[in-house]
């Protein structure tokens, strides 16, 4: 199972701009579509974007649509979240997630970061 | 609103069989794609339970199943413990708004 690690998370305010990033721990990271899913606190998940194994194809929220951007570096293992014009109701866990597919964004997700908390101040 | 339907809270005493349903729509189980379930802890991060309508990952016990009939899906606890208490998340795929979709989450309380 590959471990995730992610960073980035912290307080901003409205308006503002955060870049997550999360790690993977091996090389299998590259094979795989590689999402971000959120949670509100004390809130359900909710997916905010993915990226396929080879960033062919992209996927995002609607509320976040234009406003974030995946990205993923398959030689750092790296997957990232750019966030701009941050919004109160973007405050959240935020959850980097592997797929069991390469080259869709359909599947189940079989490894789970621990998450990086984003928190944005009006 | 979850395009995924599940029930706020189900609860059983140890031992009792405990059912959550996950309801979706011709985008989702209706146009063919299959459900998964997730077990998450307090403070801690969603684990993948059931894949693929009814695959148990490695270490998962075989109190848990799944199953789907139509445009509903269902995750059954045989004997349920203790340790099941927890949030339960049903998720798939949705044709229309061509992303990934969870439900609400069901909140186990084992009595």
């Known amino acids: 199972e590959v471990q995730l690690v992610e960073a980035g998370g912290t307080l901003i305010h409205r308006g503002g701009a955060l870049r997550l990033s999360c790690v993977g721990s091996d090389s299998a990271f590259g094979n795989f579509g590689m999402h971000w899913v959120r949670q509100r606190p004390g809130k359900g998940l909710e997916w905010v974007s993915g990226i396929t194994w080879n960033s062919d194809e992209t996927g995002y929220l609607a509320s976040v649509r234009g406003r974030f951007s995946i990205s993923r570096d398959n030689a750092r293992n790296s997957l990232y979240l750019q966030m701009n014009d941050l919004r109160s109701e973007d405050s959240a866990l935020y959850f980097c997630?592997?797929?069991?597919?390469?080259?869709?964004?359909?599947?189940?997700?079989?490894?789970w970061g621990q998450g990086t908390l984003v928190t944005v101040s009006s | 609103q979850s395009v995924l339907t599940q029930p706020p809270s189900v609860s059983g005493a140890p031992g009792q069989r405990v059912t959550i349903s996950c309801t979706g729509g011709?985008?989702?189980?209706?146009?063919?794609?299959?459900v998964h379930w997730y077990q998450q802890h307090p403070g801690t991060a969603p684990k993948l339970l059931i894949f693929?309508?009814?695959k148990r990952p490695s270490g998962v016990p075989d109190r848990f199943s799944g199953s789907r009939s139509g445009t509903s899906a269902s995750l059954a606890i045989t004997g349920v413990q203790a340790e099941d208490e927890a949030d339960y998340f049903c998720q798939s795929y949705d044709h229309t708004l061509r992303s990934p979709v969870f439900g609400g989450g069901t909140k186990l309380t084992v009595l």
């Open positions: 693929e309508t009814d």
């Open positions: 997630v592997k797929s069991v597919a390469a080259g869709a964004l359909v599947g189940h997700f079989d490894s």
């Open positions: 011709y985008s989702t189980f209706g146009a063919g794609f299959d």
